[in-house]
C-alpha cells in the first residue's frame, strides 16, 4: 500500500504525485511526467480512451518510447478506482514483432487484460 504524501517504491511505478497529473488529463491530452528536456520524452503519456476491465472503467494511458526501453516499446497503463482503492495495471509490449522470449505483443496483452477480474 501506499500511503497518501509518501512514495517509497512499494509499488511499482505508482508515485501519487504522478498519478495525480495522468487522472486529471483529458482524453488525447499528453504530458510529460518529467520537465528535464533531456528525459521528458521518456515520462510522456497520452490519455487514450476509457478501457473497461472487470465490468469496471479504467483510464488508459500510452507511452511509445518509454524511458530506458529499447526502441519498439510500448507502455500501456491502466488506472482504475473501486471502493477507495486505485488499481494500477500496466506492462511493457514489444511493438516490433521481435518473437524475443518474455516479449508480449499489444494483441496478446489486451487479451490477458480482458481476463482480469476484481474482487475488492
Keep these: ?4 504524501g509518501i512514495y ?4 511499482y511505478n505508482y508515485d501519487p504525485a504522478e498519478a495525480d497529473i495522468l487522472l486529471n488529463m483529458q482524453v488525447g491530452e499528453s504530458k510529460s511526467l518529467r520537465e528535464d528536456l533531456n528525459v521528458e520524452s521518456g515520462f510522456t ?7 473497461m476491465i472487470s ?3 479504467a483510464q488508459t494511458y500510452e507511452n511509445v518510447q518509454p524511458w530506458e526501453f529499447p526502441g519498439g516499446t510500448k507502455e500501456i497503463r491502466y ?11 500496466g506492462g511493457y509490449l514489444d511493438t516490433t514483432r521481435s518473437n524475443q522470449p518474455g516479449a508480449i505483443m499489444e494483441d496478446l496483452y489486451h487479451q490477458i487484460v480482458a481476463t482480469v477480474q476484481l474482487m475488492p
Design 79 to 89: 488506472y482504475l478506482s473501486l471502493n477507495g482503492c486505485t488499481y494500477l495495471i
Design 45 to 51: 503519456y497520452q490519455r487514450q480512451p476509457d478501457t
Design 1 to 4: 500500500m501506499v500511503k497518501e
Design 55 to 57: 465490468d469496471h472503467t
Design 8 to 11: 517509497n517504491n512499494d509499488v
